[in-house]
């Protein structure tokens, strides 16, 4: 079965390529979000639970396909 942790984790690690393959740093893409730098870190570290709209909000910003993101 899949553990929720390592989901978590994973979606953080593809938040982050994506955001580093756009060349933006947490406090840009922060900003972009409407979030703090430190929600962005938390996300990319896997300790934040994101709900669908808000992982489909950061694929819109970070103009990828929400999929790239949900790569498990």
Do not use: C, H, P, W
């Not at 979000?33 to 870190?41: D, F, H, K, P, T």
């Amino acid at each position: 079965m899949y553990d929720s942790n390592e989901l978590l984790k994973q979606l953080g690690r593809n938040i982050k390529a994506e955001r580093v393959r756009k060349g933006y740093t947490q406090e840009l893409f922060a900003e972009k979000a409407g979030v703090s730098r430190e929600y962005i870190s938390r996300i990319e570290r896997g300790q934040e639970n994101m709900s669908i709209l808000k992982i489909l909000n950061m694929a819109i910003i970070l103009d990828t396909d929400i999929k790239n993101l949900l790569l498990f």
